[in-house]
């Protein structure tokens, strides 16, 4: 197992800045060069348990005598682990592998001499392989089946949080993480964009929202549960919000930018009837190794192209709209909604 063609594209960086050796730590980018590999213990820590070294002419994943097993076996088998003690640290592996060259890292080392990077390695990611895609499809299939059957458990008179677990489990039982974990019953829903679990039952209807990773890719849904239908100016809100996400799909084309699509989005809610409605929430925007890679806003001139995935997210006060799709030469490729 290597980097394949995301070495050719960490070599062409080690080119442009005058490097030696790149140093990978932090977890998007883990699992981006490795094909999906997951070197996160602590999910709370901006970087994980081991990184990866790619110099001119070689790649090891560098860890601790307590990971390398696990990460070996586990992880990145077929890769070359690079070991030290625990208590002793990696002293000066790094630089003894990068030949004593000039080293950049995604999240530098102070002590190190290490040349930040991050903002050059993030935009490799953003272009998923084929390898990626394939793998994409799965996790947002298990994502779709994952939150659809915890939210045919629930009832009136789950609360927010029972619901919460609920939903995380079934991510977990597929062995998915959700980092990003929203419930909202009939009380909260229209008051907050970002209802953390913590309220009561949920009463006549409940909103859940997920972004469920697995081997580093994001799929990211939301989906409403009606215990009671919805009265008519609910109904219109959650179809102006489905209108609005199909458009905001259809805008989204190679050689235009986030910040195009964005001043369309602004056209979207005024044709909808709600000319403000974009001002109480971000409407999403780039997707992938993080649940929102790049968030359209004004002036965003990142350049959308084909292999990219999108996530967008439009809301109005009680109601939204979600999808996850890979935008192919052929159009988008809706991976989950």
Request: with cysteine.
């Amino acid at each position: 197992m290597s980097g394949g063609g995301r070495a050719q594209q960490i070599r062409a960086l080690l080119d442009e800045a005058g490097l030696d050796a790149v140093v990978l730590r932090r977890p998007e980018n883990f699992a981006w060069y490795s094909g999906g590999a997951d070197n996160r213990v602590d999910h709370a820590s901006p970087t994980g348990v081991a990184e990866i070294v790619v110099t001119r002419r070689s790649e090891h994943v560098l860890t601790d005598n307590i990971e390398a097993p696990r990460m070996g076996e586990e992880q990145t088998p077929g890769w070359d682990v690079v070991a030290y003690d625990w208590y002793a640290g990696p002293g000066d592996v790094v630089r003894e592998l990068a030949g004593g060259g000039a080293i950049g890292a995604d999240a530098p080392r102070p002590s190190a001499a290490e040349v930040d990077v991050a903002g050059l390695v993030a935009p490799l990611r953003y272009r998923l392989d084929d390898d990626a895609v394939a793998r994409y499809r799965t996790v947002a299939a298990d994502a779709v089946a994952a939150v659809d059957a915890a939210c045919a458990t629930l009832t009136p008179g789950v609360t927010e949080t029972e619901a919460a677990a609920a939903v995380l489990g079934a991510c977990r039982a597929a062995g998915m993480n959700a980092p990003a974990l929203m419930v909202a019953g009939a009380a909260r829903l229209p008051r907050y964009r970002h209802p953390i679990p913590g309220g009561g039952p949920l009463g006549a209807r409940a909103m859940v929202v997920v972004c469920a990773e697995r081997g580093g890719l994001y799929a990211n849904l939301t989906r409403f549960v009606h215990f009671e239908p919805p009265d008519a100016g609910l109904a219109a809100k959650l179809e102006a919000c489905q209108g609005i996400l199909a458009q905001l799909r259809d805008a989204t084309r190679p050689g235009r930018t986030l910040g195009d699509v964005f001043d369309n989005c602004r056209r979207f809610y005024a044709d909808a009837g709600h000319p403000d409605g974009w001002r109480h929430h971000h409407q999403g925007g780039l997707t992938g190794y993080r649940s929102r890679e790049v968030i359209a806003a004004p002036g965003v001139d990142v350049e959308i192209a084909a292999g990219q995935a999108f996530a967008w997210n439009p809301s109005l006060p009680g109601a939204k709209a979600e999808e996850t799709f890979v935008l192919s030469a052929a159009g988008p490729e809706v991976l989950c909604r």
